[in-house]
């Protein structure tokens, strides 16, 4: 379960990246 949070706070962060581009 952590293990999925942290995934996902990473593809978040990810994808927060891009839309700043």
């Given at each position: 379960?952590?293990?999925?949070?942290?995934?996902?706070?990473?593809?978040?962060?990810?994808?927060?990246?891009?839309l700043?581009?």
């Amino acid at each position: 379960m952590f293990f999925s949070a942290a995934l996902r706070a990473r593809a978040t962060g990810l994808t927060a990246q891009w839309l700043r581009i």
